[in-house]
T-cell receptor, first 116, second 112 residues
Framework: KAGVTQTPRYLIKTRGQQVTLSCSPI?????VSWYQQTPGQGLQFLFE???????NKGNFPGRFSGRQFSNSRSEMNVSTLELGDSALYLC???????????????FGPGTRLTVL | QQQVKQSPQSLIVQKGGISIINCAYE??????FPWYQQFPGKGPALLIA?????SEKKEGRFTISFNKSAKQFSLHIMDSQPGDSATYFC???????????FGRGTSLIVHP
C-alpha cells in the first residue's frame, strides 16, 4: 500500500505571497491532519479534516486554511506569507473512523517551505 | 503552555549503550502515549505506543515505561545502534480528539 505523499517537497516563496501544499493520504484513510514542524516550536497541530469537514483545529491564525476533497486528498493554504512561516509542513493520514479507538496516523515526508 | 515536556533535548551514546528519553504530562485526560522516530528528510513514524493501564511495553530493543501516578513515561533503547540515530518524539493523545500533543523532541546520536 502506498504511503502518504506530499507535493511539492521543497518550496521557496517571498513574504506576502501565498502557497498551496498538497497531500494524498493512504488509500482508504478518511482523516488528514496537517502539522507545522520548526526547530523552535517542534511539531504543532494545524488542523484535521475528515470526510471533507474540518474536525479539529489548532491555534494558528486564519492565514492558515485547508480543505479536503471527496477522494480524501487535502490541500493546505497559507496566505500573506511571513518569514516565521518557514517550516516543514507535515501531512498525516489515518482511517479516522469516529467513535473508535485511536487510529494510528502515518506521516508523509513533508514539504519544506522557505519564506524569503 | 507545553503540555508534554520531553528531555533531554539531545543525547549522545556509544554503540551498545542504553538510551533513555523521558516525558512528563499534566493532562490526566491523555489516554494513549505513542513514541515517534524521525530520520532526516522523513516524516515521523510510529515506533511504539502504550496505554495507561499497563506499566511497561517492550518491542524488541525498545521499551516504554509508564508511571501513571507520576504522570511520566520514558523510552528505553537497549543495545543502541548507529542506525538508531534520529529524532524521537513522545506524544500524548486524548480519546476525544485523537490528535497527539507532541514533546519537543530528542536528537539521539549513537556513536559506532
Amino acid at each position: 500500500k502506498a504511503g502518504v505523499t506530499q507535493t511539492p517537497r521543497y518550496l521557496i516563496k517571498t513574504r506576502g505571497q501565498q502557497v498551496t501544499l498538497s497531500c494524498s493520504p493512504i488509500s482508504g484513510h478518511r482523516s488528514v491532519s496537517w502539522y507545522q514542524q520548526t526547530p523552535g516550536q517542534g511539531l504543532q497541530f494545524l488542523f484535521e479534516y475528515f470526510s471533507e469537514t474540518q474536525r479539529n483545529k489548532g491555534n494558528f491564525p486564519g492565514r492558515f486554511s485547508g480543505r479536503q476533497f471527496s477522494n480524501s486528498r487535502s490541500e493546505m493554504n497559507v496566505s500573506t506569507l511571513e518569514l516565521g512561516d518557514s517550516a516543514l509542513y507535515l501531512c498525516a493520514s489515518r482511517s479516522g473512523l469516529a467513535g473508535g479507538q485511536y487510529n494510528e496516523q502515518f506521516f508523509g515526508p513533508g514539504t519544506r517551505l522557505t519564506v524569503l | 503552555q507545553q503540555q508534554v515536556k520531553q528531555s533531554p533535548q539531545s543525547l549522545i551514546v556509544q554503540k551498545g549503550g542504553i538510551s533513555i528519553i523521558n516525558c512528563a504530562y499534566e493532562n490526566t485526560a491523555f489516554d494513549y502515549f505513542p513514541w515517534y522516530q524521525q530520520f532526516p528528510g522523513k516524516g515521523p513514524a510510529l515506533l511504539i505506543a502504550i496505554r495507561p493501564d499497563v506499566s511497561e511495553k517492550k518491542e524488541g530493543r525498545f521499551t516504554i515505561s509508564f508511571n501513571k501516578s507520576a504522570k511520566q513515561f520514558s523510552l528505553h533503547i537497549m543495545d543502541s545502534q548507529p542506525g538508531d540515530s534520529a529524532t524521537y518524539f513522545c506524544a500524548a493523545v486524548t480519546g476525544g480528539s485523537y490528535i497527539p500533543t507532541f514533546g519537543r523532541g530528542t536528537s539521539l546520536i549513537v556513536h559506532p
